[in-house]
């Protein structure tokens, strides 16, 4: 079974950084995707932004030029840079990985780590 760690959350200033790690371990056959999301109180959890490769990445709009996602696939880590953050940041944010473990795929997710901007 594959394990997702997640660190790096707390509590920042609006304006202010944090930076985010989540490493897997376990058994692991081919991590493909990483990625993060997050869930405020009262609401849905939602992406905020996911690592296809090294390269290729996507972001919610709402984090554009703010977040900055990268991974080390030798490590089985994905990290997520936060920069500027808003109030509106505040959320449980969640390590997810897509795994390919034949004959399909699975999905791992990490047990939340707090991120809190106070207004």
């Known amino acids: 079974q594959v394990q997702l760690v997640e660190s790096g959350g707390g509590v920042v200033q609006a304006g202010g950084s944090l930076r985010l790690s989540c490493a897997a371990s376990?058994?692991?056959?081919?991590?493909?995707?990483m990625g993060w999301f997050r869930q405020a109180p009262g609401k849905q959890r939602e992406l905020v932004a996911l690592s296809y490769s090294t390269t290729y990445s996507n972001y919610t709009d709402s984090v554009k030029g703010r977040f900055t996602i990268s991974r080390s696939n030798a490590k089985n880590t994905v990290y997520l840079q936060m920069d500027s953050l808003k109030p509106e940041d505040t959320a449980v944010y969640y390590c997810?990985?897509?795994?390919?473990?034949?004959?399909?795929?699975?999905?791992?997710w990490g047990q939340g780590t707090q991120v809190t901007v106070p207004s």
């Open positions: 997810y990985a897509n795994e390919q473990r034949p004959p399909g795929t699975s999905t791992h």
């Open positions: 376990g058994l692991i056959f081919r991590i493909t995707t």
